[in-house]
């Protein structure tokens, strides 16, 4: 499933970490479990278990994203806000895969460019939240903070953080990585058989014509590889995932940090790539401690009102050593602040000579409640901060190397807009998100279009 082609770099290995130095140090975002001893129990549990991924692996995206920070290839990162284990089934991992394989194959047609793709998937299931409690039946309980903490289920027990889903995220992420890795090792149909792609909803669109020939045109190049190259060497049959999740619940993730022999360092070896969110990101906290110690590659979520200096110096604290490919830096101002926030940064670290991938959220800053306080995004918003980005570092002469959705293969109802033009009214129809809207199938694959559009510029 994944190719290694590392390269020896200079490691930064800094000697008074550990994977636990974190819990002296103030942390946000996760409420103290009930029973430590219980906590400890889960935790040594975890820790003997084997990794879900490989360091190689960890080296290979490493150099895969140094080549997008040099502008030769281009990032698609996406999945829910939040994964939930009820939703660890057949048809919604092969939905994801489907839609963000399908999304890559227009990136490429469209942009004659590699496309690197990393899932939100395998591990996502700890969340921030903007407040610590809500109020149910009276009642003050916690607020849900993801599947790797409590339960959605509004009571004040189910809501209580409970270490046994430590353990059982882990069996989980295992149980979705090992169906992915099936699935783009041998055969997954719907690769070979573009003609299978739903493109009905765009034929109302302005650009169907564009879009059928575009689909036309990637359904004879895979018939023509699969002529060429029969059973040996189909590099469209071999695709490539990597995972990525929030490091936001760090029981979790230091359990699974490991040294691997004959490497350097410490691999956090839950998943390829792991970020920083945008609330946990101070410098004299707890998630930058623990991330400063590890191999893989950090995304890091930058939003409005952040301070320059701060900013620049935690990059340094992540990679002191400028590793390429070590930082992808995830830019989620909302589409009236992006042009505020965005070209200061980039002149800043092009000042510096920081080498980093720059990725565009363009979701996190553009939700909205509606009148019937429904969380949403509205796909125009998604679109214009996307595009606002793209120019933005046109201008400063700096290279957009990537895009992070939320998004699933699913016929969710959670955004409004795109191509059938879904509005707040049909919102209830489907919407089953278990933190924020993310964008429907049918809205993925128009925004990979308009997304390559932008890019070709
Ligand atoms: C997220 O990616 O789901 C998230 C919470 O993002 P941010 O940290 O950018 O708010
Ligand atoms: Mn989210």
């Known amino acids: 499933m994944f190719s290694d082609k590392s390269v020896a770099t200079e490691v930064a290995n800094p000697k008074d970490w550990s994977p636990t130095s974190w819990k002296d140090f103030p942390i946000k975002q996760l409420p103290p479990y009930p029973d430590e001893e219980e906590l400890q129990k889960a935790y040594e549990e975890l820790r003997k278990n084997p990794p879900l991924i490989t360091s190689w692996e960890v080296e290979a995206l490493k150099n895969k994203l140094a080549n997008v920070a040099a502008g030769r290839s281009f990032l698609l990162q996406g999945g829910d806000c939040a994964e939930s284990f009820a939703g660890c089934k057949s048809p919604k991992i092969v939905n994801l895969l489907k839609v963000l394989l399908q999304m890559s194959f227009i990136l490429i047609h469209e942009m004659e460019t590699p496309i690197v793709r990393i899932g939100r998937i395998a591990g996502q299931y700890a969340k921030p939240r903007s407040n610590d409690f809500e109020i149910v039946d009276g009642e003050k309980i916690h607020n849900y903070r993801g599947d790797l903490i409590n339960s959605i289920n509004p009571t004040r027990e189910d809501r209580m953080p409970d270490p046994q889903r430590l353990l059982k995220g ?27 792609w739903e493109l009905d909803f765009m034929r109302e669109n302005k650009y169907y014509k564009e879009y059928e020939e575009m689909v036309n045109s990637i359904q004879k190049a895979v018939s023509f590889m699969e002529t060429i190259t029969p059973n040996q060497f189909n590099t469209v049959q071999k695709v490539n995932l990597y995972t990525s999740h929030e490091a936001l619940n760090l029981h979790y993730d230091s359990a ?15 998943a390829h790539m792991v970020w920083l969110g945008n609330r946990t990101r101070n410098i004299d906290e707890a998630h930058v401690e623990y991330l400063r110690g590890i191999r893989n590659p950090i995304g890091i979520k930058i939003g409005p009102n952040y301070d320059i200096d701060e900013t620049l110096n935690l990059i340094n604290k992540l990679n002191p050593v400028h590793e390429q490919g070590k930082i992808v830096l995830i830019t989620r101002f909302g589409k009236d602040e992006v042009e505020k926030g965005l070209p200061d940064l980039i002149q800043r670290i092009k000042h510096e000579g920081m080498p980093v991938v720059w990725s565009c959220d ?94 070709k510029k």
């Open 362 to 455: 363009p979701m996190h800053g553009n939700t909205f409640a509606t009148d019937d306080d429904i969380k949403t995004r509205n796909f125009d918003d998604i679109l214009s901060e996307m595009r606002k980005t793209f120019a933005i570092h046109r201008d400063q002469g700096s290279y957009l190397g990537g895009v992070h959705l939320e998004l699933t293969g699913d016929n969710v109802t959670e955004c409004v807009g795109g191509a059938k033009g879904l509005h707040e009214g049909e919102l209830h129809h489907n919407y089953e998100t278990y933190c924020d809207p993310r964008l429907n199938y049918e809205q993925s694959l128009e925004m990979a279009f308009l997304v390559a559009k932008e890019w």
């Open 256 to 270: 699974q940090t490991r040294q691997v022999p004959r490497r350097e360092g410490w691999y956090n070896l839950s």
């Open 170 to 196: 882990y069996e989980k992420a295992a149980l979705t990585l090992n169906f992915l890795r099936g699935l783009a090792d041998e055969g997954f149909a719907d690769l070979h058989h573009p003609e299978y």
